[in-house]
């Protein structure tokens, strides 16, 4: 007699051995899976939920600075290794991993006013307000031996910013005029200057190494080419711009960081119109530093705050403060591209997450893909004004959040002013600029 | 010309020292106050300031004495004579006297060019600025492409990759190379004695061979493959191992049948396939057979088997379990039937197949090669019917008809089969014809052309008689089951005839369809008439091929009542223009005329009215019915909960009156859920043009519960990664396969290279 039963092929489900991965069968019938969209919404609100629960980007503190940090250092061979430059004339070298310093130089007397690293990361230069760049080793000095610079360059005039060539052994330094020097001389190769006002800061592209840019104190930023020895345009804006970086993934953009709140995303080629105004800091912003993805770039400013701006977009993505955190005066964007970490007033050095939420240390293989699934959840719902209320808040200091507000009053009470104006007169006699020409005064050939 | 322009210059010169010599006089003047005719000078100044007091004399005469010491050289012209230099006096001197050598000189002069002013140095720099910045921002251009590429990537991943230097051989380094000095060429020589290969294939074959050697990722994989095939073999013999450790009989016999069966499953492929290796596999089969018969296993020989002999008689299952070896025994000593079936296998295989297949699976595959695939299933129905009616008919047939059969004769067959459908299929739809006659005078009565309505009579009188063949059929149908297969055969060679025929009819009647609208002019309507009884009465005698026709003549009628319908408009307005030509007013009316006909269904407003009561009961709250039977009170069949308990339950909350409920012309739609809008996006996001689009992306799932795993893989891959713990250096040219921009492709005196010098330090 023949029974008829149900019968599976065990084949199917067993495992061979233990260690072999249990077998899930699945069907992907549609209609076994209904309310396809409605489930996806309810996964991306509860991810950008977690989101914000597990935002805690402030890592660590490090202190030791006995006066306000003025200037920060990447090394270029090495992640853990920073390099910090205060106000009293110490420059300090830190080891990230550990958090403590391991290195400290009573560089100059004064500010230290710019550091800097040589390409090979053996080396790094210093410029103080008592006239003169120093050239220090990266290790420190032996047993019994002084703790002295490689060279000291004693200049006629203070310089208030150095940034070192990314492949030759060229630096360049500014003050009164831009001046360019070889490592091996103590005079400079070469001086460039257009105007007659003190020079802030001067930074080397990155991927064209001969070009340079700098911005001055009577509101403009110049672009040099090292090898023609020749500025080459020069850009004036509303207020003075307090530093520019180059994107190292583009070569032809520059971000400046402006006195007037705002940031200034420029195509060299093309300086007459921004490509980008990004605006959300309600005080100068004091720094700027592109992430090594060349997609996002961090701000700092007088406002007590840092902000995370991508590209392309006008407004910042993140916002990081803390209580203690004073003004910041410089920032730096670590280069693999995961932390950033910025200096302040009150003599601190504080890292951060790039990412606020992002979980630190090895991902097994499903959170990377619940990670991945997540994110991209975020990206799709992100229109919907749940998820987008959600994601985009965030807790600020009082006097950051009535500034704004202040603020705000104020651009739509010249916004209104601008558009009765046009009202009431004679049309086309009121041009109407747009946001991006409005901060431009003009460009120089 | 050049004559003039010199003579200008001159005049111009005079000009000048006409301006200059104003000035120099007062100075002048003053300072010969010392000298002793001081007195003289004195009055005459006085007699000067007395004489311009009148304001005349402006032109003062002055007179050359005598030489003074000091004669200014600008004196020499005005102050003197008093009548100026006339510019007409100088000309003449030019053309009188001979100036030619000077003449020629400022010639000279004029045509040479005149170096220009040197430019500011402000207006140089910004030259050279200007010149700089093009030639730099000609440079940076090249980016533009590799910059657009990295922002619309789907993915990028850093550090970026970099590509590892292709090693070229060392004869496309030294191919250009020659030897040139004489060491070089005693060199060679030495090197040629010694049969060294010198230019074209400079490796040994030793070294050629190093070089063809796998590289080193094949070497990985051919050491991964190696690596699993090690670790397959052991994986296998552990489970081997396991298995036989296994102590279990029962396990064993499972396997041992399982086994069995697995084998006899392929010697039956094996004999589909390949036929001699299949014997040889047999004659393995009778040996074992032989080994048992020969051996005592499965006899009643065994210990075993005893003890169950004994216990045999008292007790079933020992019994049972004695039958059951015996019969293995049997079973396994029984000489295989395969074996003889296919010695004739080779005989008569189609045989075989025959006799296996069942009848109607072949009359199906028939059909199947047949002209129509669609009536597949009509057909199976159809075999299955005409089975019970073949059958009586073969019963009387010898039963060799059927094994007779060849394939020549299998054809008839299958035509017979699809003549049958085609029976089956006039049947049907000679009954939905029926219908639509019962439905067509209502439809015609309407139409007020009296053409069609002839036309149609004719068609009415056609359809009776078609009613008529078909109840003649329908009687023939019944007797066919006793009217022997031969007579049935008969119309299967004339069917298709008419099969052929049907288009050119199709035609006709499409013409005299054609000849409906025309008829008001041409009165020849009883042409196309003669033609369709002509051919009739040509069809009449045999009633069984004109079954196609009539099949024919039936869809006609449904086109042409469908033309009816739809194009009795148009009809009417191609009547109306040939009338109204002539006056426009009337056109105008007739066109108000049409829109009231147009319209004449519809009543706007009492549609719209009818809409919105619709519209209002719909949003209407409904009442929801709580009443719990038998809740409280006695419930059961015919049992009703009582009305005070349904007036309690039952709830009819009365919403919020209606937006447009004093507004009688407008209908406001209230769907609008303000708890579902908070979820809702207002606006079309920015990167989308069109909100179908965006709803589109939004329906796609993106999860692994909708997708399968690598697709769910692709859809979730993030935009950037990065390497953890990775330094990510700024983009190089090299890396993206453009030079990098070095220092000598522009002009430089300012930088000298000491690169890497430092590195040590």
């Given at each position: 007699?023949?029974?008829k ?50 935002a ?23 992640l ?65 031996e ?11 005039t ?14 360049a330094t ?11 001389r ?8 257009w ?7 001067v ?19 110049v ?29 032809f ?5 402006n ?25 100068a ?35 990081y ?29 504080r ?25 991209k959840l ?17 807790h600020?200091?009082?006097?950051i ?8 009053i ?27 020409k409005?901060h ?6 | ?107 000279r002069v ?59 051989p ?22 040629h ?12 074959p030793?070294?050629?061979?190093s070089?063809r050697?796998?590289?080193l ?54 004999q589909?396939v ?18 048992e ?6 006899q ?36 295989l ?10 005989g ?6 025959e ?5 109607v ?16 299933r ?11 009616q ?7 047939e ?22 049958l ?14 219908l639509?006659?019962?439905?067509e ?5 309407e139409?007020?052309?009296s ?22 059929r ?8 006793t ?30 369809l ?5 008829e008001?002019?041409f ?22 091929p ?8 039936k ?27 002539e006056?426009e007013?009337e056109e ?60 309690q ?32 996006v ?21 999860g ?11 859809l ?10 990775h ?10 396969g453009?030079q990098?921009?070095s ?19």
């Amino acid at each position: 007699m023949k029974v008829k039963m149900l019968s599976r092929n065990p084949d199917n489900y067993v495992r061979e051995t233990k260690l072999d991965l249990q077998r899930v069968p699945r069907n992907y019938d549609p209609t076994l899976h209904p309310f396809e969209v409605p489930r996806e919404y309810v996964r991306a609100l509860n991810a950008t939920k977690l989101e914000r629960v597990f935002a805690k980007p402030f890592l660590a503190s490090l202190d030791g600075h006995r006066d306000g940090v003025n200037c920060l250092a990447k090394h270029p061979k090495n992640l853990a290794t920073v390099l910090s430059g205060a106000c009293d004339g110490e420059v300090r070298i830190w080891n990230l991993t550990q958090r403590n310093c391991i290195r400290t130089i009573q560089a100059h007397e004064g500010f230290v006013r710019g550091i800097c690293t040589r390409f090979c990361g053996t080396s790094f230069f210093t410029v103080g307000d008592d006239k003169t760049v120093k050239q220090w080793k990266m290790d420190g000095p032996g047993y019994g031996e002084e703790e002295e610079p490689l060279h000291t360059i004693l200049g006629k005039t203070v310089y208030t910013g150095i940034d070192h060539h990314w492949k030759e052994a060229v630096f360049a330094t500014c003050g009164q005029q831009v001046d360019i020097w070889d490592e091996q001389r103590t005079n400079p190769i070469c001086s460039m200057t257009w105007g007659f006002d003190s020079i802030s800061s001067v930074k080397f592209n990155p991927v064209e190494t001969f070009l340079l840019g700098s911005c001055a104190s009577d509101r403009n930023i110049v672009l040099y080419d090292m090898r023609q020895a020749t500025p080459l345009k020069k850009v004036i804006l509303d207020m003075r711009t307090n530093t520019i970086c180059w994107n190292p993934m583009e070569a032809f953009i520059f971000t400046a960081a402006n006195e007037d709140y705002n940031l200034y995303t420029f195509d060299m080629r093309a300086l007459d119109t921004p490509v980008m105004v990004h605006m959300d800091h309600v005080s100068a912003v004091l720094d700027v530093d592109y992430s090594p993805t060349g997609k996002e770039f961090v701000s700092a400013s007088f406002d007590k705050s840092i902000r995370i701006f991508p590209v392309d977009k006008s407004r910042s993505r993140e916002v990081y403060h803390t209580k203690r955190m004073q003004h910041v005066i410089c920032v730096k964007w670590t280069s693999d591209s995961k932390y950033i970490m910025c200096g302040s007033d009150e003599m601190n050095i504080r890292l951060w997450k790039a990412n606020a939420s992002e979980k630190l240390g090895v991902l097994t293989s499903r959170e990377k893909a619940a990670k991945d699934y997540n994110q991209k959840l975020k990206e799709k719902f992100q229109h919907y004004p749940h998820i987008k209320r959600i994601a985009r808040h965030r807790h600020l200091p009082k006097s950051i959040y009535s500034q704004i507000q202040e603020q705000r009053i104020m651009k739509e009470a010249r916004r209104r002013k601008e558009v009765n104006r046009i009202k009431h007169s004679k049309p086309g006699s009121v041009p109407i600029v747009s946001e991006k020409k409005k901060h431009i005064v003009a460009v120089v050939k | 010309m050049n004559v003039n322009q010199v003579a200008e210059s001159l005049l111009a010169l005079s000009q000048q020292e006409e301006l200059v010599d104003l000035p120099k006089n007062c100075p002048l003047s003053e300072n010969e106050d010392d000298g002793d005719s001081d007195g003289e000078r004195k009055h005459q100044k006085l007699l000067e300031a007395i004489s311009s007091l009148d304001g005349k004399n402006r032109g003062r005469l002055a007179e050359r004495s005598e030489a003074s010491l000091k004669v200014s050289e600008f004196n020499v012209s005005s102050e003197g004579s008093g009548e100026k230099l006339v510019l007409a006096d100088l000309l003449e001197l030019v053309k009188t006297s001979s100036l030619a050598t000077v003449k020629k000189q400022l010639n000279r002069v004029k045509s040479r060019k005149v170096v220009e002013l040197p430019l500011n140095k402000e207006k140089i720099e910004q030259i050279h600025r200007e010149v700089a910045f093009s030639k730099t921002s000609r440079v940076l251009s090249k980016w533009d492409s590799i910059v657009l590429k990295n922002q619309q990537a789907e993915q990028l991943a850093f550090p970026l990759g970099r590509e590892r230097p292709a090693i070229a051989p060392i004869e496309h380094a030294l191919s250009g190379w020659k030897a040139r000095t004489p060491l070089e060429q005693e060199i060679f020589n030495l090197l040629h004695k010694n049969k060294r290969p010198v230019t074209d294939p400079l490796l040994t074959p030793m070294e050629k061979a190093s070089l063809r050697a796998m590289s080193l990722e094949e070497a990985k994989m051919h050491r991964a493959e190696l690596q699993r095939a090690r670790a397959l073999q052991s994986y296998y013999e552990a489970k081997a191992r396991r298995e036989k450790k296994i102590k279990s009989k029962k396990y064993h016999k499972v396997v041992k049948k399982g086994k069995a069966r697995k084998a006899s499953k392929e010697l039956e492929q094996l004999q589909k396939v390949n036929p001699t290796v299949a014997l040889e596999e047999l004659e393995k089969f009778e040996n074992a057979r032989m080994m048992e018969r020969m051996s005592l296993k499965h006899q009643n020989s065994g210990k075993w088997a005893k003890s169950k002999a004994i216990m045999a008689k008292y007790d079933l299952e020992a019994r049972q379990a004695m039958q059951k070896q015996l019969a293995k025994n049997k079973e396994l000593t029984q000489k295989l039937q395969v074996a003889s079936e296919i010695e004739e296998e080779k005989g008569c295989t189609e045989e075989v197949e025959e006799l296996l297949v069942p009848h109607v699976v072949n009359e199906v595959q028939m059909n199947v090669d047949g002209p129509n695939p669609w009536m597949l299933r009509n057909c199976t129905s159809d075999t299955r019917e005409a089975a019970t009616q073949e059958d009586p008919e073969q019963l009387p047939e010898p039963a060799t008809h059927e094994v007779s059969e060849s394939e020549g004769e299998e054809r008839p067959v299958a035509e017979e089969e699809i003549l049958l459908r085609d029976f089956e299929e006039r049947r049907s739809l000679r009954k939905r014809s029926e219908l639509n006659q019962d439905a067509e005078p209502a439809g015609i009565q309407e139409t007020k052309d009296s053409s069609s309505q002839e036309v149609l009579s004719e068609l009415r009188a056609l359809s009776q008689k078609l009613k008529e063949n078909h109840q003649s059929r329908k009687q023939k149908a019944s007797s066919e089951g006793t009217v022997p297969q031969v007579q049935r055969e008969e119309p299967a060679p004339e069917e298709e005839a008419p099969l052929l025929l049907q288009r050119p009819e199709r035609v006709q009647t499409l013409e005299e369809l054609e000849g409906l609208g025309k008829e008001d002019c041409f009165q020849n309507k009883e042409i196309p008439r003669p033609v369709l009884e002509g051919q009739q009465s040509e069809r009449t005698p045999n009633n069984r091929p004109d079954a196609p026709k009539e099949k024919k003549e039936k869809e006609q009628l449904i086109d042409l009542q469908n033309l009816l319908t739809t194009q009795s408009p148009s009809v009417r307005s191609l009547a109306v223009p040939t009338t109204i030509e002539e006056l426009e007013d009337e056109e105008e009316r007739d066109q108000r005329q049409m829109i009231k006909e147009a319209f004449a269904g519809d009543d706007v407003i009492r549609n719209f009215l009818k809409e919105k009561r619709e519209a209002v009961e719909a949003s209407k709250p409904k009442d929801v019915d709580l009443t719990l039977p038998g809740w409280g009170e006695w419930g059961g069949v015919g049992l009703k909960p009582s009305t005070k308990k349904r007036r309690q339950f039952l709830k009819a909350p009365e919403g919020p009156p209606r937006k447009d409920k004093n507004l009688p012309n407008v209908i406001i739609s209230e769907k609008r859920n303000i708890h579902t809008a908070a979820h809702r996006v207002q606006v079309l996001p920015y990167p989308f043009t069109h909100h179908r689009q965006f709803e589109r992306t939004i329906q796609t799932p993106v999860g692994s519960t909708w997708n399968t795993q690598r697709a769910f893989q692709k859809l979730t891959t993030p935009k950037v990664v990065t390497k953890p713990g990775h330094i990510i250096k700024p983009i190089k040219a090299e890396d993206v396969g453009y030079q990098s921009s070095s220092r000598s492709d522009l002009s430089c005196h300012t930088v000298e290279s000491k690169t890497n010098h430092h590195t040590s330090q």
